[in-house]
Structure formats: structure tokens, C-alpha cells
């Protein structure tokens, strides 16, 4: 079982609406949780970071960390054709130590 | 503010030649830098980090070195490259009040 695993898609959706990205993992040690989009052809940016349990949001970008299941979520509210990338979650236990990626999620939203 | 520079953007090299991609970064002193490998549909593998100068950590066996012979400047080299090596190569940097890792703009390397 790797350690962090996400939907590859692609995923197709209309613009406008609600986009769910989803990411699972398998140690219970993780606490710190981070969004990333990346574009084709360019670096990741970071989007979204949140500490432990809870939700985060920013925006039309909601994270959202559920430690019992071991599982995080970002949601897009009103999908815009300029959110059309590559999502990565990436997690770590402890600050100071190096982040475990996923392999991304490739989104497309259609005009 | 901080700004990572990585060069080339793209490169194309024969089987069997040197290679040398080049990360620097500016405005933060001290940064911990990573050098990561970016394989469709495979996530990113960390090839390397580093936490200061001369301290190099390698994640995976390969054909692959990094130095980091200043502060700032972080740099990833092959004696001899394989076609295996070809990928999105990603410099990023961490540190200071940064929460977590600022990239590159990526190297896209064939080895043909």
C-alpha cells in the first residue's frame, strides 16, 4: 500500500461547479496537510495548508482534514476553466521533516 | 521577497553524457532545498535535500548526484546519463517562515 494515495482522474467537470479532490493515506502520524496545483509544464504552488483536524478555508478553496479516517478533501466552489491543473496533497509528521506527495489528481473544468 | 531560479527549462542530452541542472535562491538565507524527479502519472520522488552547505542527503540509489557548494545553490549531476533519467526535474526550497516547500519552474530533461 503506498503511503499516500489519490484518484489519478482526469476528472471532467462544467464550469461552475462544485469540485471534491480526495486523498488517502495510511500513517496515523501525519499532521500537517498541504494543497498544491500544478500546471502543465510548470512547478506546483502551494494552495492550501492546514495543521491536524479541521477545515481550512480560502476562497473558493475549502481543505479538509479528517484524521480518524485518514483522509483529506479539497473542495473548488464555482470551478473556474483557469482551475483546469494537476492537484497534489503532500503530509508530513513533524515540522522539519520532508513531505510524502501523492501522485496528483489532473482536473479539467470545461467552459 | 524569496524567488527560486532553475535552468534550463528544457534539455535534450544523449545517452551517456554529463549533466548538470543548476537551483539558486534568493531573498532567505539557510534554506533547507530538495531536488525532486516528476514521472507522468507518478507523483514527485525525492531525488535529494540538502540542510546546508555541503550536507547532502540521497533518498533513492541511482545514477544521480547533487552538491551544494554555496548557501544558496543547490545542483543536480550525472557522469553518465541512462534514458531512464529522462523526466520533469524539480528544484524547491523550505525554510523560515515558509510552511511548506516553494518550487521551481522544472527542467524538462530526454535522454535520447
Known amino acids: 500500500q503506498k503511503e499516500v494515495e489519490q484518484d489519478p482522474g482526469p476528472l471532467s467537470v462544467p464550469e461552475g461547479a462544485i469540485v471534491s479532490l480526495n486523498c488517502t493515506y495510511s500513517n496515523s502520524a501525519f499532521q500537517y496537510f498541504m494543497w498544491y496545483r500544478q500546471y502543465s509544464r510548470k512547478g506546483p504552488e502551494l494552495l492550501m495548508y492546514?495543521?491536524?483536524?479541521g477545515n481550512k478555508e480560502d476562497g473558493r478553496f475549502t481543505a479538509q482534514v479528517d484524521k480518524s479516517s485518514k483522509y483529506i478533501s479539497l473542495f473548488i466552489r464555482d470551478s473556474q476553466p483557469s482551475d483546469s491543473a494537476t492537484y497534489l496533497c503532500?503530509?508530513?509528521?513533524?515540522?522539519?521533516?520532508?513531505?510524502?506527495f501523492g501522485p496528483g489528481t489532473r482536473l479539467s473544468v470545461l467552459p | 521577497s524569496q524567488t527560486i531560479h532553475q535552468w534550463p527549462a528544457t534539455l535534450v542530452q544523449p545517452v551517456g553524457s554529463p549533466l548538470s541542472l543548476e537551483c539558486t535562491v534568493e531573498?532567505?538565507?539557510?534554506?533547507?532545498l530538495y531536488w525532486y524527479r516528476q514521472a507522468a502519472g507518478r507523483g514527485l520522488q525525492l531525488l535529494f535535500y540538502?540542510?546546508?552547505?555541503?550536507?547532502i542527503s540521497s533518498e533513492v540509489p541511482q545514477n544521480l548526484s547533487a552538491s551544494r557548494p554555496q548557501d544558496r545553490q543547490f545542483i543536480l549531476s550525472s557522469k553518465k546519463l541512462l534514458l531512464s533519467d529522462s523526466g520533469f526535474y524539480l528544484c524547491?526550497?523550505?525554510?523560515?517562515?515558509?510552511?511548506?516547500?516553494?518550487f521551481g519552474s522544472g527542467t524538462r530533461l530526454t535522454v535520447v
Open positions: 540538502s540542510v546546508g552547505i555541503g550536507q
Open positions: 531573498g532567505t538565507s539557510n534554506p533547507n
Open positions: 503532500a503530509m508530513r509528521r513533524n515540522y522539519g521533516q520532508n513531505f510524502v
Open positions: 492546514t495543521y491536524s483536524s
Open positions: 524547491a526550497w523550505s525554510g523560515g517562515r515558509s510552511y511548506g516547500y516553494t
